[in-house]
DNA sequence: CTCGATCCCTGGACGC
DNA sequence: TGCGTCCAGGGATCGA
């Protein structure tokens, strides 16, 4: 699951593996997942790669500013979702299943992009809807100061797991990394951000910079499926201490790791060590009943998506 | 404004 | 072995 740690270790493989190389030809398959195929297909070809970076959990691939004002500053923005890979690969290599987009480039490698679930998001911008997409989201963790990060968590009011995994807030957290942090702070998921008080905040802050650093030193998490750029997995699951750890015990105090729900998310963390809050007991209710009228929803709507 | 709930998608885990 | 069911999750969207 690729979030900011991951999503580094690709651009920099692909910096690494494509910058300067040209765009010859693109070729969809499905394109459900990309913004304006039919913009993408017409634009690509012949424009060439100057820089792959991240921002949040995008890539960003930069293309050379073209002649006319209206392909100056253009990027593909490439989104992984949950199951998303970036390959640069050769032609004689069987392109994996699930490919649906290929890049060919000038110097006979494709550029293939994989992704089973297509929870990701492909799309050809430039100038002003590049600028405006880009400014919709928060700080980078890494790059922030402790004083934006704070005014950050305060600017809403929910609980710090919410707010962490808030890309308009700061831009590249996922769950893991959330609850890695939240772990290492010793603060509790769905602890409200407003009552955390200086202190908690920077170590929510410290411990965030620190496991971000720390996961792309060791390429990223591969839980399932993510692969970088070489077609290799990471090994900072390895590490992890909180995420994906239900009834182990806690590294720091022994007690069962637990799992609960915060922001619609798993959320996994020690009893002890982080404790719960005081201010909202606040119980979800999730009536029973309901199941059967929402899958009766869920068939309409699908229907109606295939018709429109 | 802010919240939770729901949905998208596929593969893998699990139960029988 | 094979089938059905559930779950993972980021983000868009919607109704409260």
């Known amino acids: 699951m690729p979030e900011l740690p991951e999503v580094e270790t690709v651009a920099r493989g692909l910096q ?8 010859v030809s693109v070729t969809l398959g499905k394109t459900d997942f990309i913004d304006d195929p039919a913009l993408m297909e017409r634009k690509l070809p012949g424009k060439r790669i100057v820089l792959v970076e991240r921002y949040g959990k995008f890539l960003l691939i930069r293309f050379e500013a073209g002649s006319t004002a209206e392909d100056a500053d253009s990027a593909l923005l490439v989104h992984l979702g949950m199951t998303g890979m970036l390959l640069p690969q050769t032609t004689v290599e069987m392109p994996r299943k699930h490919t649906h987009v290929v890049m060919l ?4 490698r494709e550029l293939r992009y994989v992704d089973p679930r297509r929870f990701g998001r492909v799309a050809y911008l430039a100038g002003e809807k590049l600028h405006n997409e880009l400014k919709r989201f ?4 890494l790059e922030a100061r402790l004083k934006e990060f704070i ?3 305060r600017s809403r009011k929910t609980r710090i797991k919410a707010l962490l995994l808030d890309q308009s807030v700061i831009r590249g957290v996922g769950n893991i990394y959330a609850d890695e942090s939240l772990w290492r702070a010793k603060v509790h998921p769905a602890r409200l951000g407003r009552n955390l008080g200086e202190r908690e905040l920077t170590e929510v802050y410290r411990a965030l910079q620190s496991v971000l650093r720390k996961a792309i030193l060791h390429r990223g998490s591969s839980i399932s499926d993510f692969l970088d ?14 995420y994906g750890r239900e009834g182990k015990r806690c590294f720091r105090c022994g007690m069962v790791i637990r799992r609960v729900i915060v922001a619609g998310r798993s959320s996994y963390h020690c009893p002890k060590c982080q404790a719960p809050p005081r201010e909202a007991a606040r119980k979800r209710k999730t009536p029973k009943g309901r199941l059967s009228a929402s899958k009766v929803r869920k068939s309409a709507k699908i229907r109606k998506s295939r018709q429109g």
Request: net charge negative; no cysteine; glycine share 18%.
């Open 138 to 141: 928060g700080v980078d963790p």
């Open 229 to 242: 750029a070489e077609g290799m997995p990471g090994e900072y699951q390895l590490h992890h201490r909180a």
């Open 16 to 23: 690494r593996a494509i910058a300067g190389r040209r765009i």
């Open 105 to 108: 480039l000038d110097d006979g």
């Open 151 to 153: 005014a950050g968590i």
